[in-house]
């Protein structure tokens, strides 16, 4: 039942157009491996034109880090099946005999569905979360809490920061990912590993949900503020970073405004509270449009960024930081 359910849905997923906001679309190419000649052009073409059809929006849930260049093989040693999975497509030469291209589509399709534990996906009040896992071992609890945190912050984000942010959103759980997590295009991947031994961090989804509303593209401004302000808006909107112990670390010397995520995130709560209200806000909303250079410190507040950060190292105390909880 739920096997037939992953199915369907996926079918749906496919055909909706799930994936189609990821940015830059790639290049995939399959090489069929028939030296044998076990079969001819007709079904050559059907088979390539089902993978064109299928595997783009596979790859695409599976991560960026997957296989583009795939190859099928023959094989008649097994009973009458397609096997699938990133790079890799094996078909029984029986099997793909008088098959229509449809058939094959969704044959393939159904194979590449069980490289995948769970899927599920969530509507709630125009807001749409797909959740894939690879994960057998993910715990119910925090695939849960991933879910409903995504709605909880997610509408408030798009609201505050960029209500032209996609309400269509894809979080993929991957055991083969090893850093914590990150976002590209409309889609979160999710570190597996982390999320099991950090299973409170669930303000990630913040982090995260954030850069997809700031949708910056490339070359907008530096990577620090960047961070910076995803960890910024971690910490005031973020659902429960006490829970997580998940805090601002105090000034040192040592500290730049370059240093990123939460060091430059205490800064701007600082700049918030001290120098001018909205600050963030605007900052972000000039690199969305492009308009951002290292002048808009100047512009909007009178000194420069240096400068800025000079006055915060000389009273970086002079901050109330408050932190959400659940
Ligand atoms: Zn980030």
Known sequence: MKKKFLILALASLLGTGAFAQNRGQ?????????????????????????????YPGFAQADGYR??????LDF?????????????????NSEW????????IEKEL????????????????????LTLISKDPNLDPVVRKKLIKTYFEIYPTLVKTFNNKSTNNVL??????????????GNRILFSAGYMKAHPTDID???HETMHIVQGYGYSAGPVWLTEGIADYVRYKYGVDNVGSKWSLPAYNDKQSY???????????????QNVKPGLIATLDQQLRAHQYTEQSWAALTGKTVDQLWEDYSKEPQKVTLTYSSK
């Not at 491996?33 to 299928?54: C, E, I, M, P, Y």
């Not at 997957?66 to 190859?71: A, F, G, L, P």
């Not at 005999?97 to 449809?102: E, I, L, M, R």
């Not at 194979?111 to 125009?126: D, P, R, T």
């Open 171 to 184: 979080f993929v759980v991957d055991t083969a990912y090893k850093a914590v997590a990150e976002a590209s």
């Open 75 to 91: 094989v008649t040693d097994e009973t009458p099946t397609i096997k699938a999975r990133a790079g890799e497509i094996k078909v």
């Open 66 to 71: 997957t296989k583009r260049n795939v190859e």
């Open 26 to 54: 790639r290049e995939y190419k399959i090489i069929i491996n028939d030296a044998d000649s076990v079969t001819n052009a007709d079904v050559d073409a059907k088979l390539k034109a089902a993978f064109f059809q299928v």
């Open 204 to 206: 990630v989804v913040t």
């Open 109 to 128: 399709f159904t194979a590449l569905s069980k490289n995948w534990v769970s899927y599920s996906k969530e509507k709630h009040k125009g807001y749409t």
């Open 258 to 272: 370059k240093n990123s995520y939460r060091i430059t995130a205490r800064f701007f709560a600082w700049l918030e």
């Open 96 to 103: 793909v005999k008088n098959k229509s291209q449809k058939k």
